[in-house]
């Protein structure tokens, strides 16, 4: 297994479909955050859960709801999304907050298409 | 507050040359600065930070970089590049506990 899992790898769905995406780390870290990225556009914090409470939310619209049951799974909850919300959504997780190496692990993405 | 400046969209190299990519970054105190690397289809890794001490940092797969106090610059250099050095470079920045701050990119291609 790889250090970050996320699935799917891409997602097609409607604007008035509910799915989810799925991040699971095996690195026993005890922080996970959800990036957006967009095309040329800088990445986009979009949550941070620490120890399984959430630290950041970074003004993201109330349709993407994220849920961490434990350390080592997140998700990313969608419903009534917007054409503009397509991207690759990147998970990542860290050995406690970035403060301390600053170094944070990447799963592949989840590539999303709203139509 | 806090930011990152990648100037160069899209840089493209011959394979065997010299590389240098650009990054500048806004910030009050000390920064700790970070390159990462996004490979086709894949997530962002790690190459190089700087947090204190020495300004020229090495990375893995060759890359260094050197931070410039007064030219608020931490760009990242290669001696020689490898086909398989294209990809996607992000300049980041430590914003807060919880918080890294990422440029927008430079997309490298390598020319054969």
């Known amino acids: 297994e790889t250090g970050v899992t996320q699935t799917p790898r891409h997602l097609v769905m409607g604007m008035t479909n509910k799915k989810s995406l799925k991040c699971e780390q095996h690195l026993g870290h005890n922080a996970m955050y959800w990036y957006k990225q967009s095309a040329k556009k800088p990445l986009e914090l979009m949550f941070v859960y620490s120890l399984e409470e959430r630290v950041e939310n970074n003004s993201v619209p109330s349709r993407f709801s994220p849920e961490c049951p434990n350390s080592s799974h997140l998700f990313l909850h969608l419903h009534t999304l917007q054409p503009e919300d397509s991207a690759l959504y990147l998970c990542a997780s860290s050995q406690g907050l970035t403060s301390r190496t600053g170094e944070l692990f990447f799963g592949e993405g989840s590539r999303l298409t709203v139509l | 507050a806090q930011s990152v400046t990648q100037p160069d969209i899209h840089i493209t190299v011959s394979e065997g040359a010299s590389l240098e990519l650009r990054c500048n970054y806004s910030y009050g105190a000390t920064p700790y600065l970070f390159w990462y690397v996004q490979s086709p289809g894949q997530g962002l890794q790690l190459l190089l930070k700087y947090f204190s001490g020495d300004t020229l940092v090495q990375g893995i797969k060759g890359f260094e970089a050197e931070f410039k106090r007064s030219q608020s610059s931490f760009n990242l250099r290669k001696p020689s590049v490898h086909w398989s050095d294209a990809a996607e470079y992000f300049c980041?920045?430590?914003?807060?506990?919880?918080?890294?701050?990422f440029g927008s990119g430079t997309r490298l291609s390598i020319r054969p």
């Open positions: 980041a920045v430590y914003s807060s506990a919880s918080k890294i701050i």
